[in-house]
């Protein structure tokens, strides 16, 4: 079994920051790309950002230039850096991994969420 748990959700006013972790553990063996996303109330879930395994980034157009993604192999763990936050960033945030777990298989795992609401 694999686990990935966010913290550093909260409440920011705008033009505000915060900075997500989100930390993977359980039965690893490796882990390729790692991610956020977040999901607006009445949306879909839409990708904010993806890390590969060697520091490769992308973002989302509506986050460029705010928001930084980063991981710490070692410690199995992606963050996500919230810059200059707009009221449009409310969403709930979640981490995805694709992990390869110690039988080799590989699947992809989500964390549970953690809310982020900017207030105008």
């Known amino acids: 079994q694999v686990q990935l748990v966010e913290s550093g959700g909260g409440l920011v006013q705008t033009g505000g920051s915060l900075r997500l972790s989100c930390a993977a553990s359980?039965?690893?063996?490796?882990?390729?790309?790692m991610g956020w996303y977040r999901q607006a109330p009445g949306k879909q879930r839409d990708v904010v950002a993806t890390?590969?395994?060697?520091?490769?980034?992308n973002y989302a157009d509506s986050v460029k230039g705010r928001f930084t993604i980063s991981r710490d192999n070692a410690k199995n763990t992606v963050y996500l850096q919230m810059n200059s936050l707009k009221f449009e960033d409310t969403a709930v945030y979640y981490c995805n991994a694709v992990v390869v777990n110690t039988g080799r298989a590989q699947f992809v795992s989500w964390g549970q969420g953690t809310q982020v609401t900017v207030s105008s």
């Open positions: 359980g039965s690893i063996f490796s882990i390729n790309a």
């Open positions: 890390i590969t395994s060697g520091g490769m980034t």
